[in-house]
């Protein structure tokens, strides 16, 4: 099956700095890759997606890129907030699966006020 | 507008008892989701089904039953409780569409320890 990998696995900002996020996938026919963030005690939260027909996609001070060739897709959060603190997945899935979600091992994101 | 609903939020079980976790989506949504989340590891798949009266296993389903009667519920039991299975438990709803994969929408899971 799909394996995903996601790092770092804790990342500290100053607030109005930048984050960066990165995951790889091994199943070349992955062609939907959601990010969600967990806030504690809470389940997670949509926060982008892209698909492999789009390199790029942003929303406001969040985007996604994508590389199909390396299997790797990124989340960049600009001017960071202590709202922006959580934990946040990455996730790939292939049309035809029953909508199977295979989700990294989360990163927590600490933003320094 | 409740959207996925997990009961109950926290429970404690003694070795060997059983219980079962409820999920209730209001979306009219065809696929629901369980996962289970432990510290470090991501979510991983326990059961899906993709309507009702029909369920399939997912990476870790040693353990666990489920069943899918109707579209609204998808209730997960754990038969016999293993300190394997304190985990924190989401269940998710997605629905089909003509784009392909759809996002998934989260409860807000069950914090379930066994001692």
């Known amino acids: 099956g799909e394996n995903v990998e996601q790092h770092p696995s804790t990342l500290s900002v100053q607030e109005g700095d930048s984050a960066v996020i990165k995951c790889t996938y091994s199943?070349?026919?992955?062609?939907?890759f959601p990010w969600y963030k967990q806030e504690l005690g809470k389940g997670p939260q949509l926060i982008i997606d892209i698909r492999s027909n789009v390199g790029e996609k942003k929303d406001q001070r969040i985007a996604v890129t994508l590389n199909k060739t390396a299997k790797h897709f990124s989340l960049h959060i600009t001017e960071t907030q202590p709202e922006d603190s959580a934990v946040y997945f990455c996730a790939a899935s292939k049309f035809g699966t029953g909508n199977q979600f295979y989700f990294g091992t989360g990163t927590s994101l600490t933003v320094i006020p | 507008n409740a959207g996925v609903t997990q009961t109950p939020k926290f429970r404690i079980l003694k070795i060997g008892q059983s219980m079962t976790l409820q999920c209730t989506q209001d979306?009219?949504?065809?696929?629901m989701y369980w996962y289970r989340q432990d510290p470090g590891m991501g979510l991983k798949l326990i059961y899906y089904?993709?309507?009702?009266?029909?369920?399939d296993k997912g990476e870790v389903p040693n353990g666990y039953n489920v069943s899918r009667s109707t579209t609204e519920d998808f209730p997960l039991r754990l038969e016999l409780a293993a300190p394997s299975q304190t985990s924190v438990y989401f269940c998710a709803s997605s629905y089909l569409g003509g784009q392909g994969n759809q996002p998934q929408h989260f409860g807000d899971g069950t914090r379930l320890s066994i001692l």
């Open positions: 199943d070349s026919a992955s062609n939907y």
């Open positions: 979306m009219n949504h065809n696929y």
């Open positions: 089904s993709v309507g009702a009266g029909i369920t």
